[in-house]
């Protein structure tokens, strides 16, 4: 949504409740067969993880070379960067945290912050 804000993409936005496993739907799953969120459908056209839609996102916006560079040796650091962000900080950052959450003796998670961390890993790994 980032990308989208920056690039001042219109985009129309349906939130899914992955607690509620919405993701899981027949109707979701027949756009998304992964159904992994986050997912695009570009009239058809349907992609997701994150780094992919923003890198489509900007390759189909007329502005949308000042964040994702034509030129190859540029475009490969902002990539080298994509990829340590989930190949490494992301891992790194969920193992660390992951370890921090408190838990009550039935082990579920009582701290909020604790749910979020759960959803995001579960919707990225």
Known sequence: ????????ADLNI???????KEQLTPEFIKVNPQHTIPTLNDNGFVI???RAIAAYLADSSPNGE???????KKRARV???LYFDIGRLYSNFIGTYWRLLPLN???ALISPIGHKII???????
């Open 119 to 125: 959803i995001l890993s579960r919707s990225i790994i």
């Open 105 to 107: 003796p039935g082990g």
């Open 66 to 72: 000042e964040i994702y560079p034509k030129d190859i």
């Open 14 to 20: 349906k939130i899914l409740n992955i607690l509620k």
């Open 79 to 81: 990539e080298e960067m």
């Open 1 to 8: 949504m980032m990308t989208a804000k920056v690039l001042g």
């Open 48 to 50: 997701s993880e994150s």
